[in-house]
């Protein structure tokens, strides 16, 4: 009898690799002000709440209240949809003359449909009614309305299906156009802009699980591939600090995260100030305690806590931000499962230049040289690391050769300038 044969098999069924992108720019800042602004305020819950809540007592100019007004919705979704597309679909750089120029060039109909949410990936069937829509066809406007309904979006198309779609367009630019520039693009936004998109441009490369890395930008919300996600854009903002925005454009999800500021790009990466910020206070230490515990919901953690909901808000965004609270899939929030070691992050933090000398000879060493080191960074010229039997002689820990750093062209902390101003692209 013919022995049995284990099943021969090519597994092909794995998911794509998702394609990852990093955009940025004041255009789009521009964009999601204008976002906020059409929203319901108050504005208290971001950073430049104040600025904005300020500049609408004061008034607007005039073009940017008339968009306000004519294409107010409940969170501010055509310019939501408008933000995605341009952030998802257009080559950089998403500047503010840049992206108002290629506004001028979109046809008026392209641009609605944008904006209403549908466009280019809307379905095949109901693509011919927004094409329609778009053209100026009053009579798919019910058919659109239906649409809309079913999806629960009523609110949301109503006020663009006023509006004739060349007006529209007109009404988008000269809002843009007329936006208060200390509104999106403050001094030195820019820059800042671009040097916290280089440095995520270069972690994509360097970060093999893309989840991990989206984990850390969105300070602990977790994602995890989903089907008919096929790609992944990620947008630093100041604008919309400190809260992180999700939207899908079509086959792609984008996640506009807060972007690090001055004192946090010079900061080590966990964040060393914010984590000892965080655990400086008792009532976040109480939560951390109840989460070591189990997940739970901000409604529990109050009630068990005898804290108000909203103070448990306010002291979970902190432990967010130092990287020690998550949010599961499944809901509430959960400690981060490997908490940061503090005594080897200050270390670390403290030794960040590399030693010139070693500490047993004193013998001069270069940053492209041999040098030996044990896990505190305690360093030895290699005629003395064999002295000592490769072991530290102050914590016995083994001594290993030091890692050579090299100052590669146009490279520095800042990251390298041949990558700055292009629209990055990675496989995770």
Request: a neutral charge; proline letters at 7%; aromatic letters at 4%.
């Amino acid at each position: 009898m013919p022995k049995p044969q284990a099943p021969q098999v090519i597994d092909r069924s794995a998911a794509r690799p998702l394609e990852t992108t990093v955009s940025y720019g004041t255009g789009l800042e521009a964009v999601l002000c204008m976002m906020v602004l059409n929203g319901d305020p108050p504005f208290a819950n971001l950073e430049r709440g104040a600025d904005l809540s300020r500049a609408v007592k004061n008034g607007l100019p005039p073009a940017v209240s008339r968009a306000s007004t004519r294409l107010r919705t409940p969170q501010g979704d055509p310019w939501s949809a408008l933000f995605a597309r341009l952030a998802a679909d257009d080559e950089p750089p998403h500047d503010i003359s840049t992206v108002l120029e290629r506004l001028e060039r979109t046809a008026p109909a392209e641009l609605r449909l944008t904006m209403l949410g549908f466009g280019r990936s809307a379905g095949r069937r109901d693509a011919s009614i927004y094409r329609a829509v778009g053209a100026g066809d009053r009579g798919a406007a019910p058919a659109l309305r239906r649409v809309a309904a079913a999806e629960g979006r009523a609110e949301e198309v109503e006020p663009l299906l006023r509006i004739a779609a060349t007006d529209l367009r007109t009404l988008v630019i000269d809002a843009l156009r007329n936006l208060p520039p200390e509104l999106y693009a403050g001094p030195g936004a820019a820059e800042l802009l671009e040097r916290d998109a280089v440095a995520a441009s270069e972690q994509l490369f360097d970060s093999r699980v893309i989840d991990t890395l989206v984990e850390r930008l969105t300070r602990g919300l977790i994602f995890k591939p989903e089907p008919g996600i096929t790609g992944l854009v990620l947008v630093p903002s100041l604008v919309h600090r400190p809260w992180t925005l999700v939207l899908d454009h079509g086959h792609r999800r984008v996640f506009c995260y807060p972007c690090r500021l001055e004192s946090e790009l010079s900061a080590p990466d966990l964040g060393l100030i914010a984590i000892y910020r965080a655990l400086g206070d008792g009532t976040r230490l109480r939560i951390l305690r109840r989460l070591a515990a189990g997940p739970a919901s901000v409604g529990q953690m109050s009630e068990q806590l005898g804290l108000a909901k909203s103070t448990v808000h306010e002291h979970l965004l902190s432990l967010r931000t130092a990287g020690l609270v998550r949010l599961p899939v499944s809901g509430g929030f959960e400690l981060v499962p490997e908490l940061p070691d503090l005594n080897w992050m200050l270390k670390e933090f403290l030794g960040l230049e590399m030693r010139s000398q070693c500490e047993t000879c004193g013998a001069q060493l270069e940053p492209d040289g041999v040098a030996f080191i044990c896990s505190y960074e305690c360093t030895f010229c290699e005629s003395c690391a064999g002295v000592h039997h490769k072991l530290c002689p102050n914590c016995a820990g083994e001594l290993v050769a030091r890692p050579r750093r090299v100052k590669a062209m146009g490279r520095g902390p800042g990251g390298s300038r041949a990558h700055r101003g292009e629209h990055q692209r990675a496989r995770s």
